[in-house]
């Protein structure tokens, strides 16, 4: 028997205390889907600093007080184990915040790993622009179409 899981809005969240803007906006977007919040942080494998772990309690402690629900991943493959976690929490929205110059195309990368997921992106001001959901094309839909 296939149980349906309930929908969510993930939120992506550094190591910055700043990544509280994320979980707020997170929060409101979940709403308007009357869906549950779902924060996760994926960290590079090896050792945690004081600092970090410190940011890390700290956006946890934010997260438990507005309902969410966070999970801190160490992994070097930060967004495979996003679209993971993505696919087993039931996520339908998806929010990060800016990419800095050494991302790692990490939002091209969801982009291509969840096209059905819309993705908002929130900037250090709080002003947010999301991405549409693209829905996914079959193989049939696409072979008897002319593409020349």
Excluded: W
Excluded at 20 to 35: D, F, N, Q, S
Excluded at 72 to 87: I, W
Excluded at 91 to 100: D, F, K, M, Q
């Amino acid at each position: 028997m296939k149980t349906e899981k309930p929908a969510s809005v993930l939120v992506c969240v550094t190591d910055q205390p700043s990544c509280r803007r994320l979980i707020l906006a997170g929060v409101e977007i979940a709403k308007t889907y009357g869906a549950s919040v779902q924060v996760v942080s994926i960290q590079p494998e090896g050792l945690v600093s004081p600092l970090t772990a410190n940011a890390l309690q700290n956006l946890y402690d934010v997260s438990s007080s507005l309902g969410a629900e966070m999970t801190v991943y160490f992994n070097n493959e930060p967004a495979l184990t996003a679209a993971v976690h993505a696919s087993k929490t039931g996520a339908i929205h998806l929010v990060s915040g800016t990419p800095g110059a050494d991302s790692n195309l990490f939002i091209e990368t969801i982009k291509k790993l969840l096209p059905e997921l819309p993705l908002s992106i929130v900037d250090a001001e709080g002003h947010m622009v999301t991405f549409p959901a693209f829905p996914a094309v079959s193989r049939s839909a696409v072979s008897g179409t002319d593409l020349s």
